[in-house]
């Protein structure tokens, strides 16, 4: 992937270009840069997650953890128009990039930030996320125990994983903070994980 995604100011040279998501129920254009994740094409991992996840609920706040440049906040957005969704990233050009396919796309019930950007006292009735596997195990846990903790006592969060990037120690793992894991779908090696909000006892180990 050339320079890390993660990086907050990528210093790759900006080569935009234009992608598109076309789902059963949708078809977005979306612009892309070098430096953000996946440039050429909507990843395979994101594809699957919003061909097989549960239709997202009709009001609320939710969020797409690692948005990059928005086609899951973006699919989000589009199938619960009178929800809120947030994306949030660390990386500032694909924060810019989903807002401007945001305004393309004339969805106005998206909004796009850095985590300092996002209300703390917000609570989620749903995460959707293609996690940064790739910036390690402890980050990803601080990410993870981060946001799921901010789901709402019914809300859900479906995260994909490739299998092969420890799909299976991750909900290990998960369940064993105390937020109920189960695998939802298996598909071309990405597991999709549905996690529940932490239970009660979880909050207490």
Same mark, same amino acid.
């Given at each position: 992937?050339?320079?890390?995604? @993660?990086?907050?100011?990528?210093?790759?040279?900006?080569?935009?270009?234009?992608?598109? /998501?076309?789902? $059963?129920?949708?078809?977005?254009?979306?612009?892309?840069?070098? =430096?953000? @994740?996946?440039?050429?094409?909507?990843? *395979?991992?994101?594809?699957?997650? *919003?061909?097989?996840?549960?239709? $997202?609920?009709?009001? =609320?706040?939710?969020?797409?953890?690692?948005?990059?440049?928005?086609?899951? %906040?973006?699919?989000? %957005?589009?199938?619960?128009?009178?929800?809120?969704?947030?994306?949030? +990233?660390? !990386?500032?050009?694909?924060?810019? /990039? %989903?807002?401007? !396919?945001?305004?393309?796309?004339?969805? +106005? !019930?998206?909004?796009?930030?850095?985590?300092?950007?996002?209300? $703390?006292?917000?609570?989620?009735?749903?995460?959707?996320? !293609?996690?940064?596997?790739?910036?390690?195990?402890?980050?990803?846990?601080?990410?993870?125990?981060?946001?799921?903790?901010?789901?709402?006592?019914?809300?859900?969060? &479906?995260?994909?994983?490739?299998? &092969?990037?420890?799909?299976?120690?991750?909900?290990?793992?998960?369940?064993?903070?105390? @937020? $109920?894991?189960?695998? *939802? %779908?298996?598909?071309?090696?990405?597991?999709?994980?549905?996690?529940?909000?932490?239970?009660?006892? =979880?909050?207490?180990?």
């Amino acid at each position: 992937m050339g320079e890390h995604y @993660f990086a907050e100011q990528p210093g790759t040279a900006s080569r935009t270009r234009t992608i598109d /998501l076309v789902l $059963p129920d949708l078809h977005l254009r979306l612009a892309t840069d070098r =430096g953000v @994740f996946s440039p050429d094409r909507v990843d *395979l991992g994101t594809r699957i997650l *919003l061909e097989t996840v549960p239709a $997202p609920p009709d009001t =609320g706040d939710l969020l797409d953890l690692g948005c990059g440049y928005g086609p899951i %906040a973006l699919t989000m %957005a589009t199938r619960a128009p009178q929800a809120r969704i947030w994306g949030v +990233d660390v !990386n500032r050009r694909a924060i810019e /990039l %989903a807002e401007r !396919n945001a305004q393309t796309a004339d969805l +106005d !019930n998206v909004r796009f930030g850095l985590a300092d950007d996002i209300d $703390p006292d917000l609570r989620f009735a749903a995460i959707w996320s !293609n996690p940064p596997i790739r910036i390690g195990k402890a980050a990803l846990h601080d990410l993870l125990l981060t946001w799921l903790p901010r789901l709402t006592p019914t809300g859900q969060a &479906h995260l994909v994983v490739q299998k &092969h990037l420890g799909s299976d120690s991750l909900q290990r793992w998960l369940a064993d903070q105390g @937020f $109920p894991t189960r695998r *939802l %779908a298996s598909r071309s090696a990405y597991r999709i994980l549905q996690v529940s909000a932490r239970t009660q006892e =979880g909050q207490t180990r």
